[in-house]
C-alpha cells in the first residue's frame, strides 16, 4: 500500500482543517489506519486510529472532541478532521497503514510522505 496525503497548510488558531491520505497502489482492504504527528524538536505520536470496521476509534487525549476521523474503504481515502486549532498543533501529519493492532504504535509500516500543518496563534 501506498499512502499520498494532502491538506496541509498554515491556519490559524481556532481555525480547522482538513486531512486526506489516499492509497496511490493498493487499497485498505482490511487495514487498520493511523495518524501519527511529529511536532518539532518531539518524537512522533499517535493521535487518532481507526480500523477497518469504522468502530472504536482511538483518540489521544490531547485532541479529544476536536479531531475526527473517517474512512471511505471504497475510495481507500481517510480523512482526518481538525477543529478548533491550536499553536501546539503544529506539528507534521503523517497518516499510516497497519494490518496488525490499529492502536499500536509499532504495528504501523506503510506510511504517507508526511503533510505539515502550521498553526499561528
Known amino acids: 500500500v501506498q499512502l499520498v496525503e494532502s491538506g496541509g497548510g498554515l491556519v490559524q488558531a481556532g481555525g480547522s482543517l482538513r486531512l486526506s491520505c489516499a492509497a496511490s497502489?493498493?487499497?485498505?482492504?482490511?487495514?487498520?489506519l493511523g495518524w501519527f504527528r511529529q511536532p518539532p524538536g518531539k518524537e512522533r505520536e499517535l493521535v487518532v486510529s481507526i480500523p477497518w470496521t469504522g468502530h472504536n476509534i482511538y483518540y489521544a487525549d490531547s485532541v479529544k472532541g476536536r479531531f475526527t476521523t473517517s474512512r471511505d474503504n471504497a475510495k481507500s481515502t481517510v480523512y482526518l478532521q481538525i477543529n478548533n486549532l491550536k499553536p501546539e498543533d503544529t506539528a507534521v501529519y503523517y497518516c499510516?497503514?497497519?494490518?496488525?493492532?490499529?492502536?499500536?504504535?509499532?504495528?504501523?509500516?506503510?506510511w504517507g510522505q508526511g503533510s505539515q500543518v502550521t498553526v499561528s496563534s
Open positions: 497502489e493498493g487499497t485498505f482492504v482490511g487495514y487498520g
Open positions: 499510516a497503514a497497519t494490518g496488525g493492532d490499529f492502536r499500536a504504535e509499532s504495528a504501523y509500516n506503510y
